[in-house]
């Protein structure tokens, strides 16, 4: 274990591995989640890994951003997959042919892209850059144009993602919420059949069957996918036709914590406009989130089933993500301290690693599988930031000590089982992979 061992030598190799894996997935202009299993670019990982890529190359951390928003849609729309060569059919299921968005007329014609989008990441991680950057006079101009796309794809969400005029906005696809097969969606999944789908998977030629998504959950994705092609990926007909509108709590509080960076670095850069922007929107989204997706009974944030107009009361580890964005009440946070350091998400014998994706106690909870239980690193940082803020540093350490501990003992992979083991391997998913290797670097550092 990390602990016994020398520790500065020890974090020395880790970081030059984290290194490794970032230069092994680095293309030309930007950087795959991991070689085999995600061949292309996702919108969420890019961002994780710039703050990776700031600690080896600043240049590279500002060519990842630059790469993905150049695919941005005419309309501020940002897709979740950015295709960037013809080999998406033959690489990876759906490919961009089966997604069929690139047609839309707002699509670029120079790339093609997904029809979905993914968690609204980029504005803190610019500031994260930002604030590491050595020359701001140098690369102003990077900036500002990152920040108006950046706000682009805000006006682009708020515009057509929040027909109530809440504050909150809604995803379309389970794949928008970055948390994939999460068991958040099970009880929508129960409102409708989908047409079985004959088609040749991929992700399951390079990863265990038994730690992916089953073959009816790709059912209900694939045809959420084949209704937005039917509705041309127009956004009023699909909110009209899809069968799944979610607002997520994990997305709403990173659209939050952006936008409060992009408030920030606006200020900086004297953009007033986009401050009180981006502030009007910030209060409103926070407002919402705390009246509308706060779960009196579990102590924790929950979703809302805008299409069957009721709450999904589940615990998982995304109902801790308001406390990233530094939007939850005193009081509720130190009742979300109570729930973390529980059985709820340590186990019975208080000894798990943090944080499993999905409660021990929930009967859906498998240690293995994919977001239904397993520890990944991207939310165990954003945790690990949020306990921080709060000023409960027992339990920020504890989730980056468990996060070191199991990339130190398993390698670089996708997600990690949360239950000990004596000399198992815990490591699942695919390997060497890029946002487990940048995170783990700035908790390194
Ligand atoms: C996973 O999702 C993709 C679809 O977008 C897939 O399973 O094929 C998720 O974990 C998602 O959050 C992540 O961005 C993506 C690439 O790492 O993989």
């Known amino acids: 274990k990390l602990a016994n061992l020398e520790k500065t030598t020890d974090s020395k190799t880790l970081i030059q591995h984290c290194k490794d894996v970032l230069n092994q997935n680095w293309r030309d202009g930007f950087t795959v989640p991991s070689s085999n299993l995600y061949p292309f670019q996702w919108l969420w990982d890019s961002g994780f890994i710039a703050m990776g890529w700031s600690f080896i190359d600043m240049e590279r951390a500002r060519q990842e951003i630059k790469t993905l928003l150049a695919a941005q849609w005419s309309n501020g729309f940002l897709p979740h997959i950015i295709f960037h060569d013809d080999s998406a059919e033959k690489q990876y299921f759906p490919g961009a042919d089966f997604q069929g968005a690139y047609t839309n007329a707002f699509a670029p014609k120079h790339v093609k892209t997904s029809g979905i989008t993914q968690p609204p990441v980029l504005g803190f991680v610019l500031e994260y850059l930002f604030e590491k950057e050595y020359d701001l006079a140098l690369h102003k101009e990077f900036y500002v144009n990152a920040i108006q796309s950046i706000v682009h794809f805000h006006e682009y969400l708020y515009l057509n993602r929040d027909p109530y005029n809440e504050g909150l906005v809604y995803i379309r696809h389970n794949w928008e919420s970055g948390t ?128 069957n107009n009721r709450f999904i009361s589940i615990a998982t580890s995304m109902g801790f993500s308001p406390l990233f964005a530094g939007i939850v009440p005193q009081e509720r946070a130190l009742r979300m301290t109570k729930i973390i350091e529980g059985v709820d998400f340590q186990g019975t014998d208080l000894d798990g690693y943090l944080c499993p994706s999905l409660a021990y106690t929930d009967p859906e909870f498998d240690a293995k599988r994919y977001w239904r239980g397993p520890v990944w690193l991207n939310i165990n940082w954003l945790l690990y930031k949020g306990f921080t803020n709060y000023g409960f540093k027992n339990i920020a350490d504890k989730i980056k000590n468990d996060s070191i501990t199991l990339v130190a003992q398993n390698g670089f992979y996708e997600y990690f089982s949360p239950i000990p083991t004596e000399n198992e391997q815990n490591g699942f998913g695919g390997q060497n992979f890029s946002w487990t290797a940048a995170m783990l670097l700035d908790m390194l550092n």
């Open 180 to 307: 994939d097969n999460s068991a958040a969606w099970d009880s929508i999944w129960k409102t409708y059949t989908p047409p079985t789908y004959d088609v040749q998977r991929k992700d399951t030629s390079h990863v265990n069957q038994a730690q992916r998504p089953t073959k009816k959950d790709y059912n209900y994705y694939l045809h959420l996918i084949e209704l937005s092609k039917q509705c041309e990926y127009d956004e009023k007909k699909m909110f009209e036709e899809l069968p799944f509108l979610v607002q997520d709590p994990l997305f709403n509080s990173l659209l939050v914590a952006s936008n409060e960076s992009l408030v920030r670095m606006a200020i900086e850069l004297n953009m007033p406009e986009v401050a009180q922007k981006c502030s009007s929107w910030l209060t409103k989204t926070s407002l919402s989130i705390n009246e509308k997706l706060y779960d009196e009974k579990l102590g924790l944030y929950g979703y809302y089933d805008l299409k």
